[in-house]
T-cell receptor, first 115, second 116 residues
Framework: GNSVTQMEGPVTLSEEAFLTINCTYTATGYPSLFWYVQYPGEGLQLLLKATKADDKGSNKGFEATYRKETTSFHLEKGSVQVSDSAVYFC??????????????FGSGTRLSIRP | GAVVSQHPSRVICKSGTSVKIECRSL??????MFWYRQFPKQSLMLMAT?????????EQGVEKDKFLINHASLTLSTLTVTSAHPEDSSFYIC????????????FGPGTRLTVT
C-alpha cells in the first residue's frame, strides 16, 4: 500500500542554519505530495504541495521538489528561524488533485531551532 | 482562507461515559470530512471518512460502534466516543474538503480527550 517515510527527529539546529528533512514515498500511480506543519498546541497547516513530477512547492522560504525518479519530496530551507520550531509532516494523497481523498502522513519530524 | 473549528478543544471525562466532538467548516461547505487520531509524538492516523448525508467509511481496525460519526449537514460533522476508556485518550483532529472542486483539506485545531 501507499506509505510515507520521513527522517526521524528530533532535529535541532542553530538559527540561520540550512535545513533538510528527508521524505520518501511509496505509491501506485501519481500521488500529490504535501508538507504540513504543526506548531505547538495547534492543528495542522498546509505548508506546501506539489501535484506532479518535477513540481516545486514553496512557501515561507521552504521548498520541496517532487522527484519521481527517486520517489522523494525533501523539505529544505536556506536559513531557519526560531519561529520555524514545529513538527513537520510529509504526506501524500493518492487520488489526484481535485478529489477528496484521504491523506497518508509520515511519522513527523520535530524541529527545534536554537537562538 | 477556509477555517475549520472543533469543539471542545479539551475534554476530560470519566471512564464509561460518552463524549461528542464537533467539527465545523465556518466559511465553506464541506462535502467530505475526515477524522484522524494522533497519539503523543506520533503521526496522524485516519479513522474514518465522512460524506454528508451518508454513512461514514471506517478504516480497518477502527470500531464503528465505538466511534460514531455523523455528517448531517455540509458544515458539521460529529464524532462521538462511546463508553470511553483511558486508552481512548488522544488528540482527535478533523479535516474538511470543500465543494469548489479544487483540492484542499483544511484541518481543525484538534480536540484533546482525556479519559480518567
Amino acid at each position: 500500500g501507499n506509505s510515507v517515510t520521513q527522517m526521524e527527529g528530533p532535529v535541532t539546529l542553530s538559527e540561520e542554519a540550512f535545513l533538510t528533512i528527508n521524505c520518501t514515498y511509496t505509491a501506485t500511480g501519481y500521488p500529490s505530495l504535501f508538507w504540513y506543519v504543526q506548531y505547538p498546541g495547534e492543528g495542522l497547516q498546509l505548508l506546501l504541495k506539489a501535484t506532479k513530477a518535477d513540481d516545486k512547492g514553496s512557501n515561507k522560504g521552504f521548498e520541496a521538489t517532487y522527484r519521481k525518479e527517486t520517489t522523494s519530496f525533501h523539505l529544505e530551507k536556506g536559513s531557519v528561524q526560531v519561529s520555524d520550531s514545529a513538527v513537520y509532516f510529509c504526506a501524500l494523497s493518492d487520488r489526484g488533485y481535485s478529489s477528496a481523498s484521504k491523506i497518508i502522513f509520515g511519522s513527523g519530524t520535530r524541529l527545534s531551532i536554537r537562538p | 482562507g477556509a477555517v475549520v473549528s472543533q469543539h471542545p478543544s479539551r475534554v476530560i471525562c470519566k471512564s464509561g461515559t460518552s463524549v461528542k466532538i464537533e467539527c465545523r467548516s465556518l466559511d465553506f461547505q464541506a462535502t467530505t470530512m475526515f477524522w484522524y487520531r494522533q497519539f503523543p509524538k506520533q503521526s496522524l492516523m485516519l479513522m474514518a471518512t465522512s460524506n454528508e448525508g451518508s454513512k461514514a467509511t471506517y478504516e480497518q481496525g477502527v470500531e464503528k460502534d465505538k466511534f460514531l460519526i455523523n455528517h448531517a449537514s455540509l458544515t458539521l460533522s460529529t464524532l462521538t466516543v462511546t463508553s470511553a476508556h483511558p486508552e481512548d485518550s488522544s488528540f482527535y483532529i478533523c479535516s474538511a474538503h470543500g465543494t469548489s472542486g479544487a483540492y484542499e483539506q483544511y484541518f481543525g485545531p484538534g480536540t484533546r480527550l482525556t479519559v480518567t
